[in-house]
C-alpha cells in the first residue's frame, strides 16, 4: 500500500503571458520542457498545457504522442478544474487509442463517477502511465476527499479509508492536516452549502457520490 508522507499539493503557476496568443512552432519544445518540469517538480499550468495540445492541431508534424500524455495526466490532477476535458477536446481521437491515453481515460471516467476502488485498481494497473508525475496520488486523494467533505456531514472511517486507499495511521496525518480527526467509528466533516441541511450522524440521501463528482 503506498505511503503518504505529508498532503502535497499542486503549485498552480500564474499563466506566462509568452504563452497567451502564442502558436509559434518554435515554441513547441520549449512547451513540452515546460510539462515535464511541472511533472518533476509537482507545478501546474493548465494555460501552457492547453497552448501545447494547440500547437499541435496546428503544426500536426510536430504531435508528439508523449507531450499529449504528460499534459493528460496533469489535467487529471486537478480535475476539479475540468482541466481532462478541456484537454481532451484538443486531442485528435488517433491518439485515444494509445495504451497510456486510454488508460488516463479510464481513470478520469472513474473519479467523475466516484467509483473509487476501481479507480486505485485500475490507477495500480497503470502506473506506467502514472509514474511520471510527483504528488500524483496525494492530488488524487485532496480531490476524492473535496467530493467526500460536499457529500457529507458525517461519514464512515472505514469507507474514507477505502476510498482514499490509505491505512489508518496514513488517515490520522492525512486529517489531522486538515485540523480533523477520528471520533470512534466516523469522521465528522466541517459544514459547507453543500450539507448545511443535512442532520449530523446521517448522509444526505439524495444525492449520489457521482453527481456531486460532475460538480467539480
Known amino acids: 500500500q503506498r505511503r503518504v508522507h505529508g498532503i502535497a499539493h499542486m503549485t498552480k503557476l500564474l499563466p506566462s503571458e509568452k504563452y497567451r496568443g502564442n502558436y509559434e512552432i518554435s515554441t513547441i519544445s520549449e512547451l513540452e520542457e515546460n510539462v515535464k518540469l511541472q511533472l518533476s517538480q509537482n507545478l ?10 494547440k500547437l499541435y492541431q496546428l503544426y500536426p508534424e510536430k504531435e508528439n504522442v508523449e507531450g499529449i500524455r504528460h499534459v493528460l495526466l496533469k489535467a487529471l490532477m ?5 482541466a481532462f476535458s478541456l484537454a481532451m477536446y484538443l486531442i485528435p481521437e488517433k491518439f485515444h487509442e494509445d495504451t497510456a491515453v486510454e488508460s488516463l ?4 471516467n472513474l473519479l467523475e463517477v466516484a467509483k473509487y476502488d476501481e479507480f486505485w485498481k485500475k490507477a495500480e494497473d ?15 486523494r485532496e ?7 460536499i457529500t457529507y456531514r458525517t461519514v464512515e472511517t472505514q469507507f474514507v479509508l477505502e476510498a482514499l486507499n490509505i491505512d489508518s495511521s496514513e488517515l490520522q496525518k492525512f486529517l489531522s492536516s486538515k485540523g480533523l480527526k477520528i471520533d470512534g467509528d466516523v469522521i465528522h466533516l466541517p459544514e459547507n452549502e453543500f450539507t448545511a441541511d443535512v442532520r ?12 456531486i463528482a460532475r460538480i467539480f
Do not use: R, W
Not at 105 to 108: C, G, I, R, S, Y
Not at 126 to 131: C, E, F, I, L, P
Open 143 to 149: 480531490f476524492i476527499f473535496d467530493i467526500l467533505s
Open 105 to 108: 481515460m479510464e481513470l478520469a
Open 44 to 53: 501546474y499550468d493548465m494555460e501552457a498545457n492547453l497552448a501545447l495540445l
Open 126 to 140: 497503470s502506473k506506467d502511465a502514472v509514474s511520471a508525475a510527483t504528488g500524483f496520488y496525494d492530488a488524487i
Open 78 to 82: 486537478d480535475l476539479k478544474e475540468n
Open 200 to 211: 449530523e450522524g446521517t448522509a444526505p440521501s439524495n444525492i449520489q457520490l457521482e453527481q
